[in-house]
């Protein structure tokens, strides 16, 4: 598994810094509580305002995916267990509007950051680009302690191979 998350890791690097225009981009991301975070793009990957210090796996679902419904509560879990030292985002990409995205999330008990491409449009774009994703989903991003990407994946990842990963992000340091 280990050798498995380090070729990925290799391919994903080299797939995310392809694209070097637009590097310090600035973006908004609000999500379903109505809390705006400024998402600054680096060299390396992503800068979020108020969540500096933690691992991000930034995720892009559908409502409609059934990957991505088999995800929540493998993120939930994390979240719960990791919160002090782990963020998940999620933007729905599969065209809810910001209350029916809010009603979903409070259905399926999302207990982390959930928005709407509404909402977080230019960063989806900047994604689209940087990482060439063409929009399969489920669609993750995982950024290291420092916000460096370390991590892109299209396809479900099972909870443990989350954690795996989370375990090995959140041992970079500042």
Partial sequence: ?????TSILLVSLTFFAYATENILEQMTLTDINNKTYTVTGTEQGLKIKGLEGKVIFLEFFGHQCPPCL?????LINLQNKHKDKLAVI??????YNQQQITEFAKKKGMNYIVASETKASKLVSYIQQRAQWR???PFLVAL????????????MLSESALENLFSQLSKTTK
């Fill in 144 to 155: 290291d302690t420092q916000g460096n990407v370390q991590f892109v994946q299209a396809g």
């Fill in 70 to 74: 088999a995800s929540i509560p493998h």
């Fill in 1 to 5: 598994m280990k050798k498995l998350l």
């Fill in 135 to 137: 929009g399969s989903i």
């Fill in 90 to 95: 999620s933007i729905e990409v599969q065209g």
